[in-house]
């Protein structure tokens, strides 16, 4: 018998087998080969997809992690932004450059639409006392006065989230609850909805913003702190002229319901920009009480403070007053009466930037304040002696700068005695909420004694008077404590 040939590539040897087996062999190997090489090609394929499921398998995490990543990066801006936790190390305060300058103008923002639309209240005063008549004067300025003890009280709360590292949330819930004030304002018929709406809901909300704002600011400067904050108030002279004209122009051709509505996108507007554009500087300190303790042993800042207290009640009480006085002494307009609101708080400009760009390059604020405050006191004994339209817009300029120098100032001396500046906010709002109480009581007081004894308005001019030389007394007594009878010491 024949060997059996070997399988798979054993090759025939030609002289033992014919054309026909050799063909045939030759076959078989081609067969042979063909089935290796399927195999194989399945083979090869099933290894790609056990590797393609491979590589599926590993690059399913790595999507993951990656998109985890991506969240994560987003979370941690939105929360940089939100709180300022995240800040490390911020050195020195700049004292200039455009980002200290844009925490300026988002100041000034601010200020004009909190204290220019209080001061602005002359304007409402005037008015509401027409469409109001069986309420008294003194009970319509509970309005105003609510509305200003409000955004003085609430300081001490709101400072303190500027100091925890709660800044933008803060200022978000402020601008929501005066913008509700203002639109509810604008359907409010009867005295106790004006009351809730403009005094309350407008005084909450700018409460709680306005403090850690001014805070804010004042971490940004230390040479040129004075000026900075003073350019930043005369926000509250550019409000207490934008408001009136908008009142004035508006109120006889649209009605209330829609000038108070303009009112508020106004004021919308401007505070988009502070959310945008306001940015803190320092890490928060550490969680501590909501009053600072060692400050009220502190006889400096006590004074100044109590003194503060009786000079803002008769601020008040000017500001109100004013427009009144010349419609009910005088025999002015409506109209012509409000020109006196917007004269009080427009010279009052430049009176609140230069004297802040003197105390930081001459004077020191401390030094400035005291004659500017014997200057206040002048004007308002002389008050008495004014019976004409002419004198009453000359007595309005003067008043209004000495005013204006006043509230310019009194912010910079309340920081300047904080030897630690990352407890300004704090410090700054204790100061606000006790001169709440002064602001809430000064309008009502001047309106009940122009009413109740019969002297009218000399008897509440007199008392503004001796209370704004109280308060003189008690903030020039804070600067001797605290520096000495040195005139010359720049403080």
């Not at 300190?285 to 009220?296: N, Q």
């Not at 309008?443 to 007199?462: D, E, F, H, L, R």
């Amino acid at each position: 018998m024949r060997e059996k040939p070997v399988e798979r590539f054993s090759i025939p040897d030609p002289t033992h087998d014919s054309i026909t087996d050799i063909e045939k062999q030759g076959n078989k190997i081609k067969d042979d080969e063909d089935r290796l090489s399927t195999t194989s090609t399945r083979s090869d394929h099933d290894n790609d997809n056990e590797e393609d499921n491979a590589d599926n398998i590993r690059i399913t995490p790595v999507s993951l992690s990656r998109t985890k990543s991506r969240a994560s990066t987003i979370l941690q801006r939105v929360t940089s932004r939100l709180t300022t936790h995240s800040i490390v190390g911020p050195g020195p305060p700049p004292d200039g450059g455009l980002q200290a300058w844009t925490q300026v103008f988002c100041a000034w923002l601010v200020i004009m639409n909190t204290w220019g639309f209080v001061n602005s209240f002359g304007a409402f005063q005037t008015y509401y006392t027409v469409i109001l008549p069986h309420i008294t004067p003194s009970t319509i300025s509970w309005i105003g006065s609510a509305q200003a003890f409000l955004m003085f009280f609430l300081g001490a709360f709101s400072g303190r989230a500027l100091d925890a590292g709660y800044f933008l949330p803060t200022v978000i819930v402020g601008i929501v609850f005066q913008l509700v004030g203002i639109f509810t304002m604008s359907l409010a018929t009867k005295y106790w909805h004006l009351f809730l709406t403009q005094g309350v809901l407008t005084g909450i909300g700018g409460g709680i913003f306005f403090c850690p704002v001014m805070g804010l600011l004042s971490t940004y400067f230390l040479k040129k702190r004075g000026l900075a904050l003073g350019m930043a108030t005369t926000g509250n002279s550019i409000g207490g002229i934008i408001y009136p004209v908008i009142v004035r122009q508006l109120l006889p051709k649209i009605g209330f319901p829609w000038t108070v509505r303009v009112l508020g996108f106004f004021n919308m507007a401007a505070l988009v920009l502070v959310v945008v554009l306001m940015k803190p500087r320092l890490p928060p300190r550490k969680i501590g009480p909501i009053i600072e303790w060692s400050a009220i042993r502190d006889i400096p800042y006590v004074l100044f403070v109590l003194g503060t207290c009786s000079l803002m009640s008769a601020v008040y009480f000017a500001f109100y007053y004013i427009a009144s006085y010349a419609r009910d002494t005088l025999g002015l307009s409506y109209s012509s009466s409000v020109n006196l609101v917007i004269v009080l708080n427009g010279v009052g400009l430049p009176a609140r930037v230069l004297p802040g760009y003197i105390a930081d390059t001459h004077t020191g604020a401390f030094n400035l304040l005291v004659p500017i405050l014997c200057f206040n006191v002048l004007l308002l004994f002389l008050w008495l002696s004014v019976f004409s339209i002419g004198s009453f817009y000359a007595w309005t300029v003067c008043y209004g700068i000495a005013a204006g120098g006043f509230q310019g100032l009194f912010p910079t001396v309340v920081t300047s005695l904080s030897d630690d500046m990352s407890r300004a906010g704090t410090r700054l709002g204790m100061a606000f909420t006790v001169i709440a109480f002064a602001a809430l009581v000064g309008g009502p007081i001047g309106g009940a004694i122009v009413g109740g004894n019969g002297s009218g308005y000399s008897g509440a001019i007199v008392w503004a008077a001796c209370s704004t030389a109280g308060g003189m007394v008690l903030i020039a007594g804070a600067r001797v404590w605290k520096y000495g009878w040195v005139v010359r010491k720049k403080c």
